[in-house]
């Protein structure tokens, strides 16, 4: 009897665990849907990892950015955005088949995912954590409006070694605001999302460089500027 009653005592105390987790998580990102997180999981990351090396980060309120950008991110990352609930089931549906079939286990991530990731867990591939990804990204679709996951994804982004966010990238890069960016400036920032530490925006390579012409493909594909509009107002 005493071992049951450890028993049980021991899976109340995660049960509760769990519930008090959650109910923590739910409240985080209900506090970030009107308050701007002051940091993320991958810039502290990148603080332990580099505490002599400068991070660059600057808010920009998505008014402030140019509409360029959002469209280009899109383009390139997440093109049925508008459409799903924050995790693209078909995507991973053919990215596990794909990983059966011995091809390796690809991201198949949506921006929302990716903002979860970024904000909240750590980069890699597991099934953990992609299970905690697609969770999170489920509880962002339901609690924010597909405008403040750009906002936000816009400003946590990773565009090169300890440059988060639009803002630092635009003029770090390019020497001009998020507001003043062009298409072409908007894919480059686009192109090296895949792998930030390694892609350049502002010495692109050629595969940088038939990335950005691809996202500008895409772009014009997706109606312009008219694809997010509804999004963005």
Known sequence: MARKSLIRKFLDTVAWTLVVTLLMIL???VLFRFVNPPTSSFMLGYQLAAPRQALHQEWVDLEDISPWMPLAVVASEDQRFPHHWGVDFN??????????????????STITQQTAKN???WNGRSFVRKALEAGLALGLDLLWSKR??????????EFGPGVYG????SRLYFGVPASRLSPVQAARLAAVLPNPKVLSAVDPSPYVWDRVVW???????LSGLNYLRGLLQ
């Open 119 to 121: 904000l909240f867990l």
């Open 215 to 221: 996202i500008q493909g895409q772009m014009s594909q």
């Open 148 to 157: 403040r996951i750009l906002e936000v994804y816009l400003n946590i982004a």
């Open 27 to 29: 409240a985080v990102i």
């Open 166 to 169: 639009v803002g630092a990238a």
């Open 91 to 108: 995507a991973i549906r053919k990215a596990l088949a794909e990983y059966k079939a011995g091809q390796g286990l690809r991201g198949a």
